[in-house]
């Protein structure tokens, strides 16, 4: 294919990429290096006390007010202030001061135990909001990556070993939970485990007694690991039973008449077929997953799990940050970089090697 042609196809879509992600990315790239405030200015005020019998005292205090421009708005001042606001998101000096801390005697002055020891550690690191957002996003993603690409196989292949017109129903009631938007999904699941709804109720009655799953760091946690694999595995299972459909039938039979059992044709041709396709799941996944963001809002537990897109959210919208808010955002961004590059990379090496 001739250059110019080639740039013909491609230069559209390089274009497209270019305005919906590289522009935004640097736009919020230099606005986490920035910090605004309000120009303000020190002016005399004077007031007028009385005093007692008609008398009056008038003072004069120096105090600061914003600095008006002609259309009478407040002046705003940007000042380039580096990584200052990536320094306040990570706090890198508390979590120096957490790891260097002293955690050889207990509070009552015994010796500390290693699981004492490795517990302190956890908690005075994960009290740090973004190193705690980043503990459950890491936990969220390793938990939920496994359990949808074994669930979704293993439906994959039960699907496929059902008649044919049975298929089409099951594979559509089985997308329904991937379908639906990830705030109505995660609604889903704290309205079944509020306090007297559904499950709370029925464990009730078979004598488990009463449960709040709401109000504990690891029920929510739990019910929100639940969500994501309750939502993602459609898409892991729809996928990996259409990679099922191009299996060479040749090869399992061939399998099946040297004595391979099912399990093994499985192991040695199925799994190894579909290699590239657990890849393709992987990282998507991992991509969401990292931004989690729905539940968390939803269930109302940043205290118990928070994520690091919800640290941008609390930013933006409670602290009022935009310039904070930039930075958050960005670590998400490198973080999301540095969990997929061994992926990339063994993608890259292995289609280099193909050809």
Not at 60 to 84: A, I, S
Not at 153 to 172: E, K, M, T, Y
Not at 202 to 214: P, R, T
Request: hydrophobic residues 50%; positive net charge.
């Amino acid at each position: 294919m001739k250059k110019k042609t080639f740039f013909a196809f491609v230069g559209p879509s390089v274009l497209v990429m270019l305005s919906l992600i590289a522009v935004p990315l640097l736009g919020v790239f230099y606005l986490s290096l920035h910090t605004s405030h309000v120009k303000t200015e020190i002016v005399e005020v004077k007031s007028v006390v009385p005093l007692f019998g008609g008398l009056t005292k008038t003072t004069v205090q120096k105090v600061p007010q914003p600095v008006l421009d002609e259309k009478g708005q407040p002046v705003k001042v940007w000042e380039f202030v580096g990584g200052r606001n990536f320094d306040t998101v990570a706090d890198p000096g508390g979590l120096a001061k957490a790891l260097s801390k002293d955690r050889s005697q207990t509070a009552d002055g015994q010796p500390a135990r290693l699981g004492q020891k490795l517990h302190g550690l956890y908690r005075d690191v994960t009290d740090i909001d973004f190193w705690g957002a980043l503990e459950f996003t890491l936990m969220y993603a390793f938990f939920t990556t496994p359990c949808i690409l074994v669930i979704g196989f293993v439906l994959a292949i039960a699907v496929n070993s059902l008649v044919q017109w049975a298929r089409g129903p099951i594979i559509f009631a089985s997308l329904l939970p991937h379908i639906i938007t990830p705030v109505v999904g995660s609604l889903s699941i704290y309205w079944l485990f509020l306090d007297n709804a559904v499950v709370a109720a029925l464990l009730e009655q078979l004598g488990a007694g009463k449960i709040y799953f709401l109000k504990d760091a690891v029920t929510i946690r739990a019910l929100i690991i639940l969500y994501g694999i309750w939502h993602v595995t459609p898409f892991a299972f729809v996928i990996l039973y259409a990679g099922l459909q191009t299996v060479p039938k040749d090869a399992l039979q061939a399998a099946e008449v040297d004595g391979a059992s099912r399990w093994q044709r499985i192991r040695y041709i199925v799994i190894p077929h579909l290699g590239a396709l657990f890849s393709f799941i992987t990282l998507i996944h991992l991509m969401d997953a990292y931004r989690i963001f729905e539940p968390v809002l939803v269930f109302g537990s940043n205290l118990f799990a928070n994520s690091l897109q919800y640290l941008t959210y609390y930013i933006l919208h409670f602290e009022d940050n935009y310039a904070k808010a930039g930075a958050s955002a960005i670590l998400t961004v490198i973080g999301i970089i540095i969990l997929l590059s061994p992926f990339l990379y063994r993608t890259f090496r292995d289609q280099k090697g193909g050809h």
